[in-house]
Each structure stands twice: as C-alpha cells, then as structure tokens.
T-cell receptor, first 113, second 115 residues
C-alpha cells in the first residue's frame, strides 16, 4: 500500500480551472486506475491504464483526462468540463488486471470553491 | 456492464456478535470478488477475496462465501470488535480477459460495532 503516492492530499479549485492530481507507484505494477468516491457511494472508475502509453475510459470519464507516459506515473486532470468535481479521488494499481489485488493510494480531496 | 448491489447500507451490532453483508452481481462472467474495508478518510484496504473456483474462504474472524448459481456473495465477520467499525465494500470483476480491469464496486455498508 505504501508504494502508491498521491498528491496533493487536499486541493481547492476555482470554477473554470483545470487541476491535475498526481499518482506515482513504485510497485512495478503494469495497471493503474483512477476512482472517484462520493459520500454514500461506492467507488466509480474514471480511467484505467493497462500499459504505458495506453489508457481506457471507465464508467465516468467525461470531464477528465489522463496520460501514461511512464509506468510509474498516471496523472489525472479534472477539467472545467467536469461540472461536479468535488469528491475524494483514489488512484490504484495492480499487477495484471483486476483479478490481481488492487492497491490504493491515500487519496486526494478536491473541493470546488 | 456489471452491476453490484450491496445490502444493508448500514449495520449496527453488539461487540462479540456476528455481522453479515451481502452482495449480488449481474454479470455471470465475473469470477473475482474482493472485499475492502475503508476507515473514515482513509484508503480502502483489501481484507479478503474469493475466486469462482471456491465456495468459501476464511481468514481468522473473516469469511466470504460465494454462490455462483445465485450470483451472490457474502462477508461474515465473527466476534466483532470496535475496531471492525468501518465502511465495507464488495466488488466484482472478470479477473482475466476482456473487461478484467473493470472492478465494479457496491455502494458500501457502514458497520458500527457497539461496545
């Protein structure tokens, strides 16, 4: 678990701004994921990446973008097109598909002000 | 796509009693079912998982059962302790092949263990 680092832990965004959440892992995992968590809700998949330079949309990709230029890094940009971005964002990684254990980072709280 | 329903949404038990949380899933191709525990403001942590080739798995006070025919699986916690208080999430995925990267979560169960 300690091998996934998210930053910042708390972030405030003004309306109309793009913000980028950082996620770095040193577990040598091929797959990385971004989930969004709202109060009283489960975790919803935003984007995932199986290998470097490849990523796929999850269930709620609209208003978000990602890149996977390095194996250990999978940053998430919350764009101004995301109308309700206030949430807890969790980055995760796994060795090979969801059939192997997914490990989560500590999360980033994003609030729109 | 996969849909996971989790019940109950909240559960209160006396310390020492057992707690049971149930989940159903919709995709018969799903074959990997993990359970996560999340304490307030912290990351979810895997506590137990089960694959479709077994019907039950135990780890000390925690057990998970799987009924593939009925497409449901359950988490059982025995001899509950106050530190078991948290939100528990079930999840499902295909485990391999197309769609295996999409782990679908239930909405969570808030367990409160009363001393």
């Amino acid at each position: 678990d300690g091998g996934i680092t998210q930053s910042p832990k708390y972030l405030f965004r003004k309306e109309g701004q793009n913000v980028t959440l950082s996620c770095e892992q040193n577990l040598n995992h091929d797959a990385m994921y971004w989930y969004r968590q709202d109060p009283g809700q489960g975790l919803r998949l935003i984007y995932y990446s199986q290998i470097v330079n490849d990523f796929q949309k999850g269930d709620i990709a609209e208003g978000y973008s990602v890149s996977r230029e390095k194996k250990e890094s999978f940053p998430l940009t919350v764009t101004s097109a995301q109308k309700n971005p206030t949430a807890f964002y969790l980055c995760a990684s796994s060795n090979q598909g969801s059939g192997n254990t997914i490990y989560f980072g500590e999360g980033s709280w994003l609030t729109v002000v | 796509g996969e849909n996971v329903e989790q019940h109950p949404s909240t559960l209160s038990v006396q310390e020492g009693d057992s707690a049971v949380i149930k989940c159903t899933y919709s995709d018969s191709a799903s074959n990997y079912f993990p359970w996560y525990k999340q304490e307030l403001g912290k990351r979810p942590q895997l506590i137990i998982d089960i694959r479709s080739n077994v019907g039950e798995k135990k780890d000390q006070r925690i057990a998970v059962t799987l009924n593939k025919t009925a497409k449901h699986f359950s988490l059982h916690i025995t001899e509950t302790q106050p530190e078991d208080s948290a939100v528990y999430f079930c999840a499902a995925s295909k485990g391999s092949g197309a769609g295996s990267y999409q782990l679908t979560f239930g909405k969570g169960t808030k367990l409160s263990v009363i001393p």
